[in-house]
């Protein structure tokens, strides 16, 4: 089985529990105004790799990912779901910890044969790293060029599959630090039965050049990166929405 790759990381500390061998998946229909890796954008581009090619180099550092394991991310992994299904059905009889860091915006609850393919992924699958851009469906729309609606359906899909989640959430000042909106973020997440971390990650810069690189002109161009202090101040706000719905409890 063949998969289409950006990049990948030997070594990833951020993408999941411990030290993690990391793939960047080719291909997205998301278009973040603070992606910072337009390259990653284009279906059926990027480079071939196989399942076996990936348990042999995670095997060669495996001293190394005590704690750790195999996580794919993007782009958009889900968009490649038959080789995600064969690698980490392949990491799991080897007892590796298997983590997928998606949006979600794949997720189709009605499409049968989709359904299938997810359900059978799930069984391979330790953690899910959900990314919520905005819980207001038009703000979503207008920050991704998607509604969020297929996003938090698979959220509830997760917790109905007993899938443990972590939710992360950029802030982009003006964007997405709304305290209403980041309110009702944390009363949805805190509905979730399945809900593990919260990760809070302030917005950055970093990717303008590519943009620059690829004669595409930067969405948020002027916007200043996110301070430490703000993500903060961000995630007190979403931990009192999870907070308010779970004492109801």
């Known amino acids: 089985m063949t998969g289409y790759i950006h990049s990948k990381e030997s070594f990833g500390t951020v993408d999941g529990p411990g030290i993690r061998y990391v793939l960047f998946m080719q291909g997205c229909p998301m278009r973040c105004l603070y992606c910072h890796n337009p390259d990653t954008w284009e279906v059926g581009a990027g480079t071939p790799i196989e399942v076996d090619e990936v348990i042999e180099e995670y095997h060669k550092n495996r001293q190394f990912y005590q704690g750790g ?3 794919v991310t993007g782009g958009e992994p889900l968009l490649q779901i038959d080789f995600l ?15 997928i860091d998606t949006s979600g915006v794949t997720f189709t609850k009605n499409e049968s044969a989709y359904r299938e393919k997810l359900d059978t992924l799930m069984k391979y699958t330790d953690l899910v790293m959900l990314d919520i851009k905005h819980i ?7 920050l991704t060029a998607h509604s969020n609606e297929r996003i938090l359906e698979f959220a509830k899909y997760l917790e109905e599959m007993k899938i443990p989640v972590w939710i992360r959430h950029v802030v982009v000042e003006g964007h997405t630090d709304d305290p209403e909106h980041l309110f009702e973020l944390g009363k949805f997440i805190g509905g ?3 809900l593990r971390a919260l990760d809070v990650l302030p917005y950055h810069t970093m990717g ?12 948020l161009s002027g916007v200043s990166p996110t301070s430490q202090k703000k993500a903060g101040e961000a995630k007190d706000i979403i931990l009192s929405g999870i907070c308010s719905v779970r004492k109801k409890k």
């Open 69 to 71: 394991g195999i996580t």
């Open 85 to 99: 299904i064969e690698l980490f059905r392949a990491a799991k009889e080897k007892n590796i910890h298997t983590c």
């Open 136 to 142: 207001d469906p038009e703000r979503h729309k207008t």
């Open 192 to 194: 979730l039965k399945n």
């Open 208 to 219: 303008e050049g590519k943009y620059q690189e690829m004669g595409i002109p930067y969405p």
